[in-house]
């Protein structure tokens, strides 16, 4: 774990995880899904000791919580493969004013992969001017983090 000046240290997924507990000294770990986010709003306004109170202690939250959090997951974005970040190299090297067919299928596809999503081909620019700002953003970090 690295040092921040003035900062809490940054505390990762895994550090979190190797507890067991889904805490680090009191940290908690970020929402998984909605379940979690349901956990913190009950447990902030008192309700969660309240039902527990009344209920005793197990009173059917933890599977609540996992059911919320698999039908509900929160999206987290894949890492891209060298295949796609070549392709995605090559597409920001050349003027895109139109895209082909071929790079739609292929930037769709990558698009779909990387952040779990299914979207479905379309001509609507507004569209593809936001997919292709969000793969952009997912190729400099990318980029940056191999550099």
Known sequence: MEKRRGRK???TIEDAKAFGDGQVKGIKLPAQGLGDTVEQVLEATGIAK??????????????????LNELFPYRKANCLTEEEFTTLNNFFARDYAEIRISD??????????????????TSC?????????????????YADSNA
């Open 9 to 11: 240290p940054k505390v």
């Open 50 to 67: 309240a039902v527990k109170w009344l209920a005793g202690e197990d009173c059917g939250c933890e599977e609540r919580k996992k059911k």
């Open 125 to 141: 620019s507004s569209c593809w001017r936001d997919i292709i700002a969000q793969l952009r953003k997912i190729h400099s970090e």
């Open 104 to 121: 739609q299928h292929a930037l769709l596809g990558i698009y779909n992969r990387v952040l779990n999503l299914r979207q479905e081909p």
